[in-house]
């Protein structure tokens, strides 16, 4: 016998019937499946990344506190409790748990050296290492002392800084006055706006 969605549909709102008439209550059974999926986990409150907003979020997190034990991400929502978002998320925000458990996820420093065709990993004292030596370079081939006019300038032209939406006052902060102290002009970030 071949069953058809429409009949499979009819006859399980017909045992739904016939089972709540006979005394049984399903709300605790409803209830129970709706609390499974964060119901022994870890809340922690934190702050979406993608924008200047800074809605509040609340991860949930499954482990058993352990010190060998890894804590899973099960779940992400809105802070229902904070100022400014009371709950509601954008898009991104939402979908923020995928980019969390994303296996593609960055999690160290890479480099693609020139003339090759992938990128290695590199450990963050060597990436430092390597940004560093690179803006001195930069800095020391095209700092500017005097303009046309012989005026003394004091600045590089060959480096620029885009801040991001999501960077906070003080990094802002710290930014201006590591690129002014390098005598870097072509300044910009969204903390002005």
Known sequence: MEVSRRTFIK??????????????????????????????????????PYCSVSCGVIIHTLSDKAKNATPQVVHVEGDPDHPINRGTLCPKGASLEQDILNERRLTKPQVRRPGSDHWEDISWNDAVNEIARMIKKTRDETFVEKDAQGLTVNRCEGIAWAGGCTDTNELNYLAVKAMRSMGVVNFETQARV
């Open 11 to 48: 006859g399980s709102l017909v045992g739904g019937v016939g089972v709540s008439a006979f005394g049984f209550n399903l709300a605790p059974v409803y209830a129970q499946t709706r609390a499974l999926k964060i119901d022994r986990t870890s809340e922690t409150r934190s702050t979406c």
